[in-house]
């Protein structure tokens, strides 16, 4: 099993990163293949102007580095997107991924290769309420459903100084039991 992770933040070594890094040990120790992609390393274009019916757009832009992605993304039985609450949402770098993902979900011959995906959203935010995930969670789980996936969790953490969730080992543990389960759920 394949467990593909992409980082939104574009802060290496930030609390997004260690989260994401506990859920794959989780699910590297359960038998999963781990793989982390940190978005803002690579060059996705925001997705350009689409036609009316899903079966039949075609990505505009496609001579960046999304398609490749999306090769390993699809390969992956479980996709976790780590990332932080900007403005009331995922991260730009994770908008401009799930943006263009709009190009490819209803297009032959990609379509089943969505089929069934397992989806996992690890969240942190700086604010002190403990429902501000909510602004990532609830619109991905959407996503998810559009996606024909299936939703097995999420993982929201109020932290704000860069490695402040290193202090949390709660939180930490709780992301490598995440980890576990999600590999242990895809796999039956």
Known sequence: MKVLALIGSPRKGGNSDILTDEFLRGAQQTGAEVEKVYLDDLNIRPIAEVCDVSSERVDLRNDD??????????????????????????????K??????????????YTQRFDGKGYVV??????????????????????????RGEYLGDLCVSVYKKGE?????????AAYELGKDAVRKMAQ
């Open 122 to 147: 690890l969240c942190t935010f700086g604010r002190n309420e403990p429902d501000h995930g909510k602004w990532v969670t609830e619109p991905m789980k959407i996503c998810v459903d559009v996606l």
């Open 96 to 109: 401009c991924f799930m943006d263009r993902l709009s190009s490819y979900f209803r297009r032959p011959p």
């Open 165 to 173: 969730i290193k202090h949390k080992t709660d939180v930490l543990q």
């Open 65 to 94: 580095d999304f398609p490749e992605l999306l090769e390993r993304f699809l390969d992956a039985q479980i996709a976790v997107f780590a990332t932080p609450v900007y403005w009331a949402g995922v991260s730009a770098q994770t």
